[in-house]
T-cell receptor, first 112, second 118 residues
Framework: KQEVTQIPAALSVPEGENLVLNCSFT??????LQWFRQDPGKGLTSLLL?????REQTSGRLNASLDKSSGRSTLYIAASQPGDSATYLC???????????FGRGTSLIVHP | DAGVIQSPRHEVTEMGQEVTLRCKPI?????LFWYRQTMMRGLELLIY????????DSGMPEDRFSAKMPNASFSTLKIQPSEPRDSAVYFC????????????????FGPGTRLLVL
């Protein structure tokens, strides 16, 4: 059974810092991995999707990397801003199934 | 497109009552998913549909839960009878299959329905 772990569970940083959020998964036979953002009381917004054949994806100040063999993904946020404050979740689709497995998320606070 | 639409946004009901949650996916999307999110268990997939057909309902917690998708633009998740432990945020999401059935692309989530069962 696929298990997804996100570390740290919570993070508080001053504005301007570069951040790394971690996601690890136990079964490396994945189809893709997706990073989401969830604001309080809202639904999830997809940030980046990495296919199993890819190593990384970039969107603006966000960069997500994938290392299937080690079962890890990182989300890098450059020059963090207060507007980045949210919970960030990663989810993997494991081979042979369309069922995503989500991590519990990293709650990020960026203070001015 | 307005995105995934869910209704109601909030629902407060008493134990034993029937609850019906509704979802309108993004037009043209092949897949529809129902999730439940709680503090204790995080985000869990309950059931998903492909072209209106339920594919996997292994995440549905009990027979009290049922889901239907009568057409490509509408789905319901019903809880009957509801219990306090069903209190959670229920999300609907949709996606477009662009990889010949191998996987799906980005999932788009609705705003969720906050359910409180007293």
């Amino acid at each position: 059974k696929q298990e997804v772990t996100q570390i740290p569970a919570a993070l508080s940083v001053p504005e301007g810092e570069n951040l790394v959020l971690n996601c690890s998964f136990t079964d490396s036979a994945i189809y893709n991995l997706q990073w989401f953002r969830q604001d309080p009381g809202k639904g999830l917004t997809s940030l980046l999707l990495i296919q199993s054949s890819q190593r990384e994806q970039t969107s603006g100040r966000l960069n997500a990397s994938l290392d299937k063999s080690s079962g890890r993904s990182t989300l890098y946020i450059a020059a963090s801003q207060p507007g980045d404050s949210a919970t960030y979740l990663c989810a993997v689709i494991t081979g042979g199934s369309y069922i995503p497995t989500f991590g519990r998320g990293t709650s990020l606070i960026v203070h001015p | 497109d307005a995105g995934v639409i869910q209704s109601p946004r909030h629902e407060v009901t008493e134990m034993g009552q029937e609850v019906t949650l509704r979802c309108k996916p993004i037009s043209g999307h092949d897949y529809l998913f129902w999730y439940r999110q709680t503090m204790m268990r995080g985000l869990e997939l309950l059931i998903y549909f492909n072209n209106n057909v339920p594919i996997d309902d292994s995440g549905m917690p009990e027979d009290r839960f049922s889901a239907k998708m009568p057409n490509a633009s509408f789905s319901t998740l019903k809880i009957q009878p509801s219990e306090p432990r069903d209190s959670a945020v229920y999300f609907c999401a949709s996606s477009l299959d662009t990889r010949l059935g191998q996987s799906w692309e980005t999932q788009y989530f609705g705003p969720g329905t906050r359910l409180l069962v007293l």
